[in-house]
Structure formats: structure tokens, C-alpha cells
């Protein structure tokens, strides 16, 4: 059982930066992918970006260039620094954890109960 908990969510303005986190605890099968994703309300949940314990990473396109996942030394906290956000990147931000490399939601078994990003304009 893997367990997720996030923080770091809140409001900002246009423009502004703000850092998730997220704390994993339990058995974490080898290979895996920490990942961020994101659903606004009246949309899919979309998949943000993701970090293997080797630290190869993935990015939706809409992200790149503005935001940076990255792990901890215990490869056990997962980091996403949103730089530059805009009010579309206002959602609620979840952590999920998968045995593959993926930002398809539904390759992910475990998931955080979720931290809401508010970007206003």
C-alpha cells in the first residue's frame, strides 16, 4: 500500500510561482513514476509531469518551460515549482504513483487527496 499526502497549494496571481509537495510512504514497487496531475472542474484529470527514481522526467506541453518536478535524496517527497502560472493552470493538483513511465491517469493505482492551485488574473 502506498500512501500520498500533498501540500504546498494556494492562491496567486498571474504571474506569480508556487511549489507542491508531496510525501509518499509505503511499498513502492521497482521501477516506478511519481507523478503531478491536475483536473479543473468540468475537465478530464490531465497528467502534468512525472519523475522515475532515476530522475528521468515528462512533461505535458502546456507546462514545459514553466514548471520543474524534482525528488527528494530518499526519492521519497516529489517537488513541482510552478513558475509563470496562469489562470488555466488553476485546478485541483494531485500525486499519483504508477509502476510505469506514464501520464495516462488511469496507468495510476495511488493517488493524494488532492491540494487546489487557484491562479487569478
Known amino acids: 500500500q502506498v500512501q500520498l499526502v500533498e501540500s504546498g497549494g494556494g492562491s496567486v496571481q498571474a504571474g506569480g510561482s508556487l511549489e507542491l509537495s508531496c510525501a509518499a510512504s509505503g511499498y513502492l514497487l521497482r521501477p516506478y513514476s511519481l507523478a503531478w496531475f491536475r483536473q479543473a472542474p468540468g475537465k478530464e484529470r490531465e497528467g502534468v509531469a512525472l519523475i522515475t527514481r532515476d530522475g528521468s522526467t515528462l512533461y505535458t506541453d502546456s507546462v514545459k518551460d514553466r514548471f520543474v518536478i524534482s525528488q527528494s535524496d530518499s526519492k521519497r517527497t516529489v517537488y513541482l515549482q510552478m513558475d509563470s502560472l496562469k489562470p488555466e493552470d488553476t485546478a485541483v493538483y494531485y500525486c499519483?504513483?504508477?509502476?510505469?513511465?506514464?501520464?495516462?491517469?488511469?496507468?495510476?493505482?495511488?493517488w493524494g487527496q488532492g491540494t487546489q492551485v487557484t491562479v487569478s488574473s
Open positions: 499519483a504513483a504508477s509502476g510505469i513511465k506514464t501520464l495516462s491517469a488511469k496507468q495510476y493505482a495511488y
